[in-house]
Nanobody, 126 residues
Framework: QVQLVESGGGPVQTGGSLRLSCVASGHSFSTYGLGWFRQAPGKEREFVAAISWSAGNTYYADPVNGRFSIWRDNAKNTVYLQMNRLKPEDTAVYYC???????????????????WGKGTLVTVSS
């Protein structure tokens, strides 16, 4: 079982930046595939970004591509999501996700993620 704890959410104005962090339990963090998802009020959860175990591969949803960056620090068991040029439509609860298969799978349900954090709220005001 992998436990994930997100932090870094909060209120921000349009055009601002936030950095989300997610710390994972377990001794095999370096082998996890990791991702960020979000769920806006009244909407379904959607994919935001993902990163493979080696950090050699990253993938972004179109609405955030070029504004958000995902990276990982395996020594700290942490994955990050840097969010720049935030927009009101980025307002959502952001969830960290992981799997033990080392990558992400765009054709699979939830990109193949198996474990989920409880989320951190990001609110972007205009």
């Amino acid at each position: 079982q992998v436990q994930l704890v997100e932090s870094g959410g909060g209120p921000v104005q349009t055009g601002g930046s936030l950095r989300l962090s997610c710390v994972a339990s377990g001794h095999s963090f370096s082998t996890y595939g990791l991702g960020w998802f979000r769920q806006a009020p009244g909407k379904e959860r959607e994919f935001v970004a993902a990163i493979s175990w080696s950090a050699g591969n990253t993938y972004y949803a179109d609405p955030v591509n070029g504004r958000f960056s995902i990276w990982r620090d395996n020594a700290k068991n942490t994955v990050y999501l840097q969010m720049n040029r935030l927009k009101p439509e980025d307002t959502a609860v952001y969830y960290c996700a992981a799997n033990t298969r080392g990558s992400y799978y765009p054709g699979a349900v939830d990109y193949g993620m198996e474990f989920w954090g409880k989320g951190t709220l990001v609110t972007v005001s205009s």
